[in-house]
């Protein structure tokens, strides 16, 4: 167990880190070479343009001679906290608002519970405790001494702790459900004052069944026309046109070259560019090459046409779905919240989800497969979660020297090399352990792919919930209770439905220390490290430098990406867990969860507002994920509380905490139905509302349908020019 | 552990009692005087009419003298079988003919199972085992010689029960999913072959928010005329009547004594009957009996009148929840499945149950009050399942002796008396527990009732789980693990996951014999005492001696009641329990439940046709229930044998198990969302269907709002005549 000294000298460590961090950060962003990493929201926004084009000389315009910015390497966060939430969700969207909405609930549950917690469990663990008396010289600086273990066993004190962790679980439920309220009223609030988008009048029609003589579309537009009269306007099929898409990325390429091509022969206008015809320009006979690349683009197009009419009228490329528009928002409401056919395998209706946010390979899919695959991606979690180490075990024993040796005879040489020895010996079992942890979200992104999910938004929180099942079991379990994950199932499965909760509570104090310092480094001086974007920016530099040939590739090369959902959600639920699992147990975490909670607000408002931009709008539909959670880890904490205490023989107030966790499910219980569907439906009377609001600004049904009819085209076929469009918008309603 | 001949005597005698009551049923419903308490059916339907008018002499009315009919005393399987399923539903209703449905689905379960098991199993088990030659003449006609118990631990054999329950619960699947298929394509075909009735077209509208200034009645119409614009038509308030209720409860009295008077009149006119006007027509003046209830009932309705008046009037009486009818089905299907309001707990709408379904008392019940009262009644619940020895035990400690005489020390002379005290010694301690089990199934539905339900079948449906629940714990584990279910709990909070299966399945084949006592007595006796219908018989007698005055009164004293959902259903899934824990383990069990099934059926077919008069009918709504609990059963019974062979040592063969509760579960899963939206949701297309056929027959809005206008009035202003009611019907739509 460290004592305070070493926490203090840990925290020396990261604060400096963390503040080596920050400065590079305040020297990097100003340098105008950096300035399209650090400010690329801006740019594609359009509200800022290359720092090359106001001057300042070669010099300044990459690197910043001004002397007075480099002064206030804080100032930052003040820029940061100018703009209000509701500015915040019309420049970012409303997904970056309600996701730093978290970091402040985290302050607004954890500071008043820091302070009582201080106030209170700190003087009564201090005082008259067993540590404090029988080693007051060995273990004084000991931060176990502020703890719960400090306390005697079956001492009445842990009436105090009980009482806490009721006081606590209230207040961090009063919290909750006004944040819910907040945030449900908020996301309405927004959809209402949305104008009108195609999701709002369309909806997913999956599972369409196959009637011979008919083409999908066909069945399509008399099913719609006779079950819901009066409110079908049209529809848009799904097309599968994986040649059509890699013509398309051809064509994007040798657009890509054109553009190059010309931008050399304006600059040298004296020099028409060539190149030769063979392969990758090395042979062959030598032409003008903006000649060439426009010839070559003219034959592609002309070969797209001909694929994508091929498309059109295959059946076999025609997908089982389709997108759904009617005349009000009111008919789409109806449509996506009933059943519609007698088989509810048939004729699957949902929402459909932004243009942008439609994850289209996975919109065919058939219902049983559904079911399959399903219990397939859970079965692979649970040996993912709690097998992992299994093959990375059996790859590090290949990978050790003895071995390699022997899969490789011939590397002997080099494998006696005692430098190479050393560097593999201490270097490469790490890495295997490496490797799969940052491939990590990866895999879990392609195994939700492979659940069958139709929307990106859905896709990444469903890529959430399994890093954090991940994280709980193998960083928050693995951390209290020693060995593996495998082991630790092994442990729980041979162990009592009360036992467990025992063996993990009583490691839990001590534990505290690991952390307090798991905060400071992955807190601390990791939200610090988000902060700088090293990873992006050296990534764009080197892309400028060796790849960008047009402004396309700039653009392309500065992409900010969304906020990682996948992996930013799961670790701040981890610190939720923390804060819930030591704030009656060791209070004095709380002030360093606190700090993480208002640093990363600061930061990520920053990032939210200068870098990242939403590839989607999802109007916060992870709220209620994020709401379970924490409700989940309250649970954990009272049933952990339950399990120390029993340890402790305070058998005559244990007891008392067995209610906590029936009223926080109840709490839960309550709040799904009261907020959930906020998230999950849309209300009657909303759709009515806005559709009267509609009617008088009169927009016509026609006005309408040209406006809905290629909202929802596969985007590759946006990709192509919009001339060429016309005509591939087919599927319109014939004239009735 | 009891031998087969030790078997054979019990099976003998249920036999034998079986063959009693039988006989009996034979000899008591051919006499005439019974015709009402063993053909209840047919007088409701009005197609059989008293013996007494039928001829035959004075004795020949009250005693069957034909003596041809005493020979054939099974002569009712035969006539029970004639009906077929579609008569039977159009004769006794479609929840009837499904609950029927239900023992044939263990006969087709059951049936094949039971021939390859005994076929394969019994020459497995029975072949060079362990009991086999280790103990040959002290147990060799013990019944476990033909259980799992005989097979020697780590024998490869257990390959073969693995494989068996594999197969079986294949086929197991199989057959629920033929069966859930075939219920809900009949349901669906039921739903759409039935007459127009109100609640296609109606909805019921919960929580309807107070809005200031308008009566309840107006926020309804205003609410659905602007969301539902076009498809509303009208609505019907709900009223607390309390009062009301007592009028006419009061009103119903009076006139059965008038008619008791007049029928009394009639049969000797010569004498006009008189009463006294004081209390109980004891003392006072003497009048007129007819012109005394005449005027009586007159005062009455005018009171009647005015309280109807005040309750319509009165804002306090008329309750947040209203009837809301559509024009087409269409509208009513849109407006049942969607949300209507930005707040999820204000303007809740579900189909509108049956107006017979209609559970008056809960429809006012406010969200908050409804999540407290569910959370209130699981603990309940529990606490009922788990503790509900201790209260009997504590009443069972009063009622002993020196507790009497401590308590009420005048009984003193009577306790000393010894025939009262070996009375009460020997019979008082049995008898809390059997009034605890006779009025458990009233306390269920009480607490049903309080988690506020809000149709009658929905009530049944919770009960008959509740009782299924008690049924699991304290009937099916209490029989295999010794002690009370409290002891039970503590264990398995102390166990470990892995040690519970092991602990309860090596009990199992050891209480084979005990199972199949119980089927006798429980399953077979206890039936054939379902047809003889003692209980009934005998109140029927009783009442029509001293009780029936009129034929109202005799109509009455026959009611037969529904078919007993809350007790048979639990009882019947508790043999498909014994059924598939047993199939892989003592094969010999089966055959006792076969005939269990078969028998059941005859009878309860004879019943359905003959007997009950179902007051309300779901469609089949249970049947989800019962597909869930026999998946239910076949996972206990996957854990259950995975436990047994691990104490058997079979570490080789147990591991093969592991995979069969994941894939039973997701074959649940699959039927869930293949096949329950059937008994949930009321598809579009079957709406526009009907709506369509409707259109060809021609109603028109006027004629079907007349006919809607009161079909949901409370049944208590229906109970008042006719001509009165025109003033009642309030609430309809002003002319627009």
Redesign the interface.
């Known amino acids: 167990m460290a004592t305070i000294a070493d926490i203090g000298v840990s925290a020396l460590i990261n604060i400096l880190s963390m503040l080596a961090f920050l400065i590079a950060f305040a020297l990097l962003r100003i340098q105008p070479i950096n300035d399209r990493v650090y400010f690329t929201k801006w740019y594609i926004a359009g509200k800022r343009s290359s720092p090359r084009n106001r001057g300042g000389g070669v010099v300044g315009k990459i690197v910043n001679l001004n002397c007075k910015t480099y002064l206030s390497f804080l100032n930052w966060i003040p820029q940061a906290l100018q703009m209000s939430e509701s500015e915040i969700i019309a420049h970012a969207g409303f997904d970056s608002a309600v996701f730093l909405r978290i970091y402040l609930l985290g302050l607004k549950i954890f500071g008043p519970i820091a302070v009582v917690a201080l106030l209170v469990l700190i003087p009564v663990n201090a005082s008259g405790g067993t540590l404090f008396f029988l080693s007051r010289d060995l273990v004084v600086s000991n931060i176990d001494k502020l703890s719960i273990s400090n306390v005697r066993p079956k001492s009445y004190k842990f009436f105090v702790h009980i009482s806490m962790e009721y006081l606590f679980t209230f207040w961090a439920c009063y919290m909750l459900y006004k944040e819910y309220d907040r945030v449900a009223s908020m996301r309405?609030k927004f959809l209402a004052s949305k104008d009108r988008c195609p999701e709002q009048f369309t909806v997913l029609v999956r599972n369409v069944p196959h009637i011979s003589g008919h083409t999908v579309s066909d069945s399509v537009e008399s099913?719609f026309q006779?079950?819901?009269?009066g409110q079908y306007l049209c529809h848009q099929g799904v097309y599968s046109a994986k040649k059509f898409a890699k013509l398309v990325k051809k064509r994007s390429k040798l657009q890509n070259w054109l553009d190059y091509n010309q931008l050399k022969f304006e600059r040298q206008p004296d020099k028409r560019p060539t190149r030769k015809t063979g392969f990758l320009g090395l042979w062959g006979k030598r032409v003008d090459s903006i000649d060439f690349y426009n010839q070559e683009i003219k034959d592609l197009d002309e070969k797209m046409i001909i694929e994508r009419q091929k498309i059109m009228k295959d059946p076999k490329s025609v997908m089982p779905a389709a997108f759904v528009s009617f005349k009000s928002r009111?008919g789409a409401?109806?449509c996506a919240?009933?059943?519609?056919?007698?088989n509810?395998?048939l004729?699957l209706t949902r929402w459909a989800p932004e243009p942008r946010d439609v994850y289209w390979k996975n919109l065919a899919i058939p219902?049983?497969s559904l079911?399959?695959r399903?219990?397939m991606i859970s079965?692979l979690l649970f040996a993912l979660v709690f097998f992992y180490i299994i093959p990375i075990a059996f790859v590090q024993s290949l990978a050790n020297l003895e071995g390699l040796e022997r899969v490789a005879p011939f590397l002997r040489p080099i494998i006696e090399w005692k430098l190479a020895k050393s560097f593999l010996q201490g270097f490469v079992p790490g890495l295997a352990l490496k490797i799969f942890l940052f491939v990590l979200p990866s895999i879990l992104m392609i195994m939700s792919k492979i659940e069958g999910h139709v929307c990106l938004s859905v896709l990444e929180r469903r890529t959430a919930a399994k890093y954090y099942y991940f994280m709980l079991v193998n960083v928050f379990l693995g951390s209290i209770v020693a060995g593996t994950a495998f082991q630790q199932l092994h442990a729980?499965?041979?162990?009592?439905?009360?036992?467990i909760p025992r063996n993990i509570g009583v490691s839990i104090p001590m534990k505290a220390t690991f952390f307090i310092t798991y905060i400071m480094i992955d807190g601390w001086a990791g939200i610090a490290g988000e902060i700088l974007r090293l990873k992006p920016l050296v990534i764009f530099q080197l892309k400028k430098m060796f790849i960008v040939k047009t402004e396309r590739d700039l653009e392309k090369a500065m992409d900010p990406k969304s906020i990682d959902f996948p992996e930013t959600l799961p670790s701040l639920q981890l610190y939720f867990l923390l804060g819930t699992v030591y704030m009656a147990v060791t209070p004095i975490l709380l002030p360093f969860i606190l700090i993480f909670f208002a640093f990363a607000f600061f930061v990520y408002r920053h990032q939210v507002i200068n870098v990242y931009n939403q590839k989607y709008e999802s109007a916060g539909a992870f709220w209620p994920h994020v709401h379970g959670r924490i409700i989940g880890s309250l649970i954990i904490s009272q049933l952990l509380l339950m399990g120390l205490l029993s340890t402790k023989k305070a058998a005559n107030s244990t007891p008392f905490l067995v209610v906590l966790p029936?009223l926080t499910l109840?709490f839960h219980?309550?709040c799904k139905?009261?907020?959930?569907?906020?998230f999950r439906?849309?209300?009657?009377?909303?759709a009515?509302t806005k559709d009267t609001q509609d009617e008088a600004s009169s927009a016509s049904d026609i006005e309408l349908k040209s406006y809905l009819s290629d909202a929802y085209l596969h985007p590759i076929f946006h990709a192509v020019e919009e001339v060429e469009l016309t005509e591939v918008k087919v599927d319109k309603p014939r004239p009735r």
Chains 1, 2 share one sequence.
């Open positions: 309405l099913f006779k079950n819901h009269p009111w409401a109806v919240q009933t059943q519609q056919s007698k509810p395998t004729w219902f049983v079911t399959i399903k219990l079965v729980f499965l041979h162990q009592s439905a009360t036992q029936i109840t219980q309550y139905s009261r907020f959930e569907p906020a439906k849309y209300p009657l009377e909303e009515t």
